[in-house]
């Protein structure tokens, strides 16, 4: 079964799925499906430090650079914290990797805020200012005053 594996994973997810489901478990690849989803958990734990890089950059963004502020910016804070809480909300126990997840993301943020705004990486802050509870609120701004008709207080949202 390995080779159905290597040369065709839709193939081979189709085949171990029915096996599955016919309760021949003798039959299935149980290696490599184990091997799957433990993959399909980190993939998780990815997409929670992709998307924490995202709004940490936008949030360092909008207190750097108050003339930048825009709706595009705000959307964009926005857009990511609504991502976060379905993301939390489908997967709880990422919850308990927020800290390690906020760290990693704040590396890659400090590069890419450098490239975006064109300050030196020695005049961000060297550590997330923020912690996960404040980047996620709706009513967070890092100016600590919300943008004017912010697009989630317009829709009635709250998050987390």
């Known amino acids: 079964m390995s080779a159905a594996y290597e040369r065709d994973s839709y193939a081979w997810a189709s085949e171990q799925a029915a096996l599955l489901r ?16 433990e993959s399909m958990g980190k993939a998780e734990k990815r997409e929670l430090v992709s998307r924490l890089t995202v709004l940490l950059l936008h949030l360092l963004k909008w ?21 976060l809480s379905r993301l939390l909300r489908d997967n709880p126990s990422l919850k ?55 697009l989630g207080q317009m829709r009635g949202t709250k998050h987390l």
């Open 22 to 37: 016919a309760g021949r478990l003798n039959e299935a690849d149980i290696a490599h499906i184990a091997e799957e989803i």
């Open 63 to 83: 207190r750097v650079q108050p003339g930048m502020r825009g709706g595009s910016l705000q959307a964009t804070i926005e857009v990511q914290r609504r991502d």
């Open 96 to 150: 308990s990797t927020l800290d390690e997840a906020m760290s990693d993301a704040y590396g890659d943020v400090i590069i890419l805020a450098a490239s975006e705004t064109g300050l030196p990486e020695t005049a961000l802050p060297s550590s997330c200012p923020w912690s996960s509870e404040q980047a996620m609120d709706a009513d967070f701004w890092p100016d600590r005053a919300a943008p004017p008709r912010a």
